[in-house]
């Protein structure tokens, strides 16, 4: 069994700054993409931002140019930094992770509990 643990979220002002961080645990023997999807009230699940494992990274229209997504693949993390946060990226914020387990030939989508951002004067 895989566990993806989200940190990082709260309150901020829109124009502010949040970094989230989502560390996964395990029986591991390979992390392909990762990742951050978000959900806002009445909404359903979106991307944010993707990163393979080769480094290759995948933005939503709506978080270019703002979001930054980044992993560390020896301490099996993934980051997101969000600047110049805006009303509408109030969500919660879930980390993704397609895992390949130990003696497992097959992958696995994992998904982290998710972590509250609110962005809001």
């Known amino acids: 069994q895989v566990q993806l643990v989200e940190s990082g979220g709260g309150l901020v002002q829109p124009g502010g700054s949040l970094t989230l961080s989502c560390a996964a645990s395990g029986k591991i023997f390979h992390i392909y993409d990762m990742g951050w999807y978000r959900q806002a009230p009445g909404n359903s699940r979106e991307m944010a931002a993707i990163?393979?494992?080769?480094?290759?990274?995948n933005y939503a229209d709506s978080v270019k140019g703002r979001f930054t997504i980044a992993r560390d693949d020896a301490r099996k993390m993934v980051y997101l930094q969000m600047n110049s946060l805006k009303p509408e990226d109030t969500a919660v914020y879930y980390c993704f992770a397609d895992v390949q387990e130990r003696n497992t030939p097959s992958t696995s989508a994992y998904w982290g509990q998710g972590t509250q951002v609110t962005v809001s004067s």
């Open positions: 990163i393979s494992s080769g480094g290759s990274t």
